[in-house]
């Protein structure tokens, strides 16, 4: 497994919201194509920005946490007819248990919790070299 991080979320060249996770080295990046909506609540704890009342995944963490868990990671695990898949790995009073999970929702709460983002090296395939991207961007993220 590849450990990854979110380095943006921008848009892509037909104005499609993107999630551009890279490894430590910032040298492949995946992008994952989100709706809006994700993308939001993926860039908000990128910014920063806490909003006044509990969104869903900050809802989440909330019940994870106040129920003795803890959220150990994130895994991107495969593709498949276009879509990418994830787990939620949580540890919850000594049991391990892997929840299947959109990758923008398991990336919304990976950044709240502080849990590391994983990609399968199978996914390795799929990846762009970093400069690529950030060229056709035309400017970093």
């Given amino acids: 497994m590849l450990e990854m991080k979110v380095k943006a979320v921008v848009a892509s060249p037909m104005g499609e919201p993107v999630i551009l996770l890279v490894d430590q080295e910032e040298k492949k990046v995946l992008p994952i194509v989100v709706g ?21 995944h900050d809802l989440l963490k909330s019940v994870i946490e106040n129920m003795g868990g803890r959220v150990e990671k994130i895994v991107i695990t495969d593709i498949r007819d276009n879509t ?11 049991k391990n248990l892997v929840i299947d999970s959109r990758p923008s929702d398991a990336i919304a709460l990976a950044l709240r919790c502080g849990a590391p983002i994983f990609m399968k090296t199978a996914l390795v395939e799929f990846t762009y070299d970093f400069a690529d991207i950030e060229h056709q961007l035309g400017e970093e993220p």
């Fill in 36 to 56: 809006p909506l994700e993308a939001h609540n993926i860039a908000l704890p990128l910014q920063g920005v806490n909003p006044p009342r509990p969104l869903t």
């Fill in 84 to 94: 990418y898949y994830a787990e939620i790995y949580i540890n919850l009073d000594g």
